[in-house]
């Protein structure tokens, strides 16, 4: 029997979320948690169950929990509820879909979401609470830090370094070897050909 996931966030990325994970098999959704005007209603046939400050009781019944807040401007949503779920012990397991090539020599971290179509290869690193989003590409040996979002079809090349809480945006090409800061919002469809430093903002 699958075991119980409750999903955190209830908007457009919870819908992907809600596909890999129905697709992947492993879990059974529980159920969903968002604002508190929300609260009755419904994504894709799952309840809206509660809000943040229900999390304790509902995690009672449901030990793992999974993020499905998106993240375009800012990784500190996302990170704020990674923290709180991890603090309320709750477990936050990786998700890869079936439609996903992830290689046997990558590592990939907890809560890390990799939708359908996206490819990660061997010894690449991706860490905790990332979302690599429909067919981005994580080449070999690139590192990508916690809380980051590399978007649909987005192209990590090799030996990339992504810092934490960066932004890499659909259709965007990072050459091999570049290092991207902490905290960078990389846009849709940019090139980037030289190392970016904390905090840079590169549009197309």
């Given amino acids: 029997m699958a075991e119980r996931l409750l999903i955190v966030g209830a908007g457009g990325h919870a819908a992907t979320c809600i ?7 492993s879990y059974a959704i529980a159920g969903l948690v968002d604002m508190p005007d929300r609260v009755g209603q419904d994504v894709l046939g799952y309840p809206i169950l509660g809000a943040d400050a ?3 009781e509902l995690l ?21 509820l990674y923290d709180l779920l991890v603090g309320l012990g709750a477990t936050l397991p990786v998700v890869v879909s079936p439609a996903a090539e992830v290689s046997r ?6 809560g890390t979401l990799v939708a359908h179509g996206a490819i990660v290869q061997p010894r690449a690193e ?21 809380h980051c979002h590399i978007a649909t079809g987005a192209i990590v090349n090799g030996g990339v370094v992504v810092g934490d809480g960066s932004f890499v945006g659909s259709g965007a090409v990072v050459r091999e070897g570049v290092t991207i800061g902490k905290g960078c919002f990389i846009g849709a469809g940019a090139l ?7 905090g840079t903002v590169l549009k197309r």
């Fill in 19 to 25: 596909d890999v994970i129905e697709r992947q098999g």
């Fill in 105 to 110: 020599h990558a590592r990939l971290g907890a």
């Fill in 192 to 198: 980037v050909k030289a190392d970016c430093p904390d």
């Fill in 126 to 146: 991706v860490g905790q609470n990332c979302i690599i989003n429909s067919r981005a590409l994580v080449e070999h040996d690139a590192r990508i830090g916690d």
């Fill in 54 to 56: 229900d999390l304790p």
């Fill in 60 to 80: 009672k019944g449901c030990g793992h929990a999974f993020i499905g807040l998106g993240q375009i401007r800012s990784a500190a949503p996302r990170q704020r």
